[in-house]
C-alpha cells in the first residue's frame, strides 16, 4: 500500500483544513487508516482512525469535536477535516494503514500500523 498525504499548509487559529490520504497499490477494504502527528520535540501521536468496511471511527481526546475523520471508498482516500484549530495542532501529520488483524483496533498506536504516507505540514498561528 502507498499513501500519499496532502492539504497542509498554514491557517489562524480557529480556521479549518482537510487533509486528504490517496491509497494505491491494493483497496483499503477490511484495514483500519490512521491519521497521527508529531510536532518538534514530541512523540508521534494518535489524531483519529476508520475502520474502512464498517466505518466506525475513533478521535484522540485532544481533537474530539474538532476533527472529522473520514473515507471515500469508491476513490481509495481518506480525509481528515479539520476545524477550530489550535496552535497546539501545529504538526507534521502522517497518514498509515494497519494491515489486516481480523479485528478493529480503536485506538491504533504508531507501531502497529503497517504503512506510512510521507506527512504534510500543518501550522496553526496565533
Known amino acids: 500500500v502507498q499513501l500519499q498525504a496532502s492539504g497542509g499548509g498554514l491557517v489562524q487559529a480557529g480556521g479549518s483544513l482537510t487533509l486528504s490520504c490517496a491509497a494505491s497499490?491494493?483497496?483499503?477494504?477490511?484495514?483500519?487508516l490512521g491519521w497521527f502527528r508529531q510536532a518538534p520535540g514530541k512523540k508521534r501521536e494518535f489524531v483519529a482512525s476508520?475502520?474502512?468496511?464498517?466505518?466506525?471511527?475513533s478521535y484522540a481526546d485532544s481533537v474530539k469535536g474538532r476533527f472529522t475523520v473520514s473515507r471515500d471508498v469508491a476513490k481509495n482516500t481518506g480525509n481528515l477535516q479539520m476545524n477550530s484549530l489550535k496552535p497546539e495542532d501545529t504538526a507534521v501529520y502522517y497518514c498509515?494503514?494497519?494491515?489486516?488483524?481480523?479485528?478493529?483496533?480503536?485506538?491504533?498506536?504508531?507501531?502497529?500500523?503497517?504503512?506510512w504516507g510521507k506527512g504534510t505540514q500543518v501550522t496553526v498561528s496565533s
Open positions: 498509515a494503514v494497519q494491515g489486516f488483524r481480523g479485528y478493529i483496533v480503536v485506538f491504533p498506536t504508531a507501531a502497529g500500523m503497517d504503512y
Open positions: 497499490g491494493r483497496t483499503l477494504s477490511g484495514l483500519q
Open positions: 476508520i475502520n474502512w468496511s464498517g466505518g466506525s471511527t
